[in-house]
């Protein structure tokens, strides 16, 4: 399932991807605001968790595939 193009988690990760990317582009040389590292910081904890679920999720069906 989370294989499938059209899995929301896959989307939703791509989504969130593309937004990390483009905030760390134009993060300035100095004086970075607070509230743009919070953002980053935000999207990396939310990506990472995203991830996490879908190993899960890939582990999942590999054992029911197994038994199965």
Not at 35 to 59: F, G, V
């Given at each position: 399932m989370?294989?499938?193009?059209?899995?929301?988690?896959?989307?939703?990760?791509?989504?969130?991807?593309?937004?990390?990317?483009?905030?760390?582009?134009?993060?300035?040389?100095?004086?970075?605001?607070?509230?743009?590292?919070?953002?980053?910081?935000?999207?990396?904890?939310?990506i990472?968790?995203?991830?996490?679920?879908?190993q899960?999720?890939?582990?999942?069906?590999?054992?029911?595939?197994?038994?199965?």
């Amino acid at each position: 399932m989370s294989n499938n193009p059209s899995d929301p988690r896959a989307e939703r990760l791509a989504a969130l991807e593309r937004d990390h990317a483009e905030l760390t582009a134009r993060l300035p040389a100095h004086s970075i605001p607070a509230s743009l590292l919070l953002r980053i910081e935000a999207l990396e904890d939310e990506i990472a968790a995203l991830r996490a679920e879908m190993q899960r999720a890939r582990s999942t069906e590999r054992s029911q595939d197994a038994a199965g």
